[in-house]
């Protein structure tokens, strides 16, 4: 999501500035790559890039497409071999060994649903949203591009109402699966393929305490476009003015923190202020509302009392209740500094909303990223 916020900041300033863009999108990957299908970069005609849709390899072309697409007003499909040995096909010095399938949408702000207004709306609110981009493999045929956001049942889309329910009943199952996908749609005895992109609200982290240790914490969210919240009991220490990335400081006794909160399933927390009291009361506050992460700074044997004080209030907590209970907070990088215990708890939580172990990516053996269902047939 901050890769979307970047570019939709670096349009509106191209637009003041008078200067005509185009985005590129990743729509489709056989075999390895940098970037997955959804990455997204916006290139202006004077070669200013925001985002990403290689690791820089595929950028420098990448320019020239775009500022095609631009000249010409018509979006563009582009496709990089990099399984290929010669160089000038993009091969030995790229090293990924996959086909990366490349949208060039030149943006026309006025139309009623061009690509950054179904961005800008996609990011208006924290709800789950699926992002529909149609695109076809034969270059010779009409090229869709990004064409519908579908959020909270409704759907902001320019395509004709028969589309519209062609694709209806794919992208209700996204959101429903929470799971990206693709599907080939026929149109005048032609395919059509659709990119249906699940994507949830950036990760809202509430980070409980105000000392210097939570400073590289909100460097590190702020740079990963998380939604960031700190909150204290103590005023001289949670202020605005120290905690400048975070989009909002707090200062609240525990048993009052989430009446000034707005959570969802997307909401996480972490308890560090070295207060074990007021620790041990948000702990209370949070363990039955069924919150994904909650990390507890400090040793085993701190929840372990924690624990023992709430089963003697009453308070039996069930598997999934301990489950989502982190702590010690972190992964086992041999963390001593700020900055690095900062490094090991974003790793964590990162590794927890993912459904992944944190080891080591050469002890995999398939595949780094996980893929979305390949193009099929959907007549």
């Known amino acids: 999501m901050k890769e979307i916020t970047d570019i939709l900041r670096a349009f509106d300033q191209a637009q003041e500035e008078g200067r005509r863009s185009a985005l590129a999108t990743v729509v489709h ?13 916006l290139v202006t005609e004077d070669g200013q890039l925001t985002g990403a849709i290689s690791g820089g390899c595929l950028e420098g072309d990448a320019l020239r497409k775009a500022l095609l697409a631009i000249n010409q ?47 800008r709306e996609l990011i208006r609110e924290r709800r789950d949203a699926v992002l529909l981009t149609l695109f076809s493999l034969d270059r010779s045929q009409e090229q869709p591009g990004t064409a519908l956001l579908y959020t909270d049942d409704k759907a902001h889309t320019a395509l004709s109402r028969d589309w519209q329910d062609a694709v209806r009943a794919d992208v209700k199952a996204a959101v429903v699966n929470r799971m990206s996908c693709f599907k080939e749609y026929w149109r005048e005895k032609h395919p059509i393929n659709g990119f249906i992109e699940f994507i949830p609200p950036p990760p809202a982290l ?11 914490l909100v460097d590190i969210t702020a740079m990963l476009g998380w939604h960031t919240t700190v909150v204290d009991g103590r005023p001289h220490y949670a202020t605005p003015r120290r905690f400048g990335k975070a989009d909002k400081v707090l200062v609240a006794r525990p048993e009052k923190v989430l009446d000034q909160l707005t959570t969802d399933a997307q909401t996480l927390f972490l308890l560090m202020t070295h207060n074990y009291n007021y620790d041990l009361a948000l702990l209370k506050e949070l363990v039955t509302k069924g919150f994904p992460y909650i990390g507890i700074l400090g040793p085993r044997k701190k929840l372990d ?58 002890e995999k053996q398939d595949a780094i990223h996980s893929r979305p269902a390949s193009l099929s047939s959907h007549e």
Request: aromatic content about 4%; some cysteine.
């Open 29 to 41: 990957v056989e075999g390895s790559s940098y970037r997955r299908p959804g990455a997204r970069m």
């Open 73 to 119: 007003q018509q979006n563009k499909l582009v496709t990089y071999d990099t399984t290929q040995e010669d160089d000038l096909q993009f091969g030995v010095q790229l090293g990924c060994n996959g086909i990366v399938h490349i949208l060039f949408e030149p943006i026309d702000d006025t139309k009623t649903c061009h690509p950054i207004r179904l961005l």
């Open 206 to 216: 509430v980070i409980a305490g105000a000392g210097n240790d939570v400073l590289p």
């Open 305 to 362: 009392r924690m624990l023992g004080e709430l089963q003697a209030e009453g308070m039996i907590l069930n598997e999934d209740q301990l489950a989502a209970i982190h702590s010690p907070v972190g992964l086992d990088i041999g963390a001593e500094t700020a900055g690095e215990i900062a490094v090991s708890i974003v790793a964590e939580i990162k590794a927890v909303l993912s459904r992944k172990s944190g080891e080591a990516l050469k």
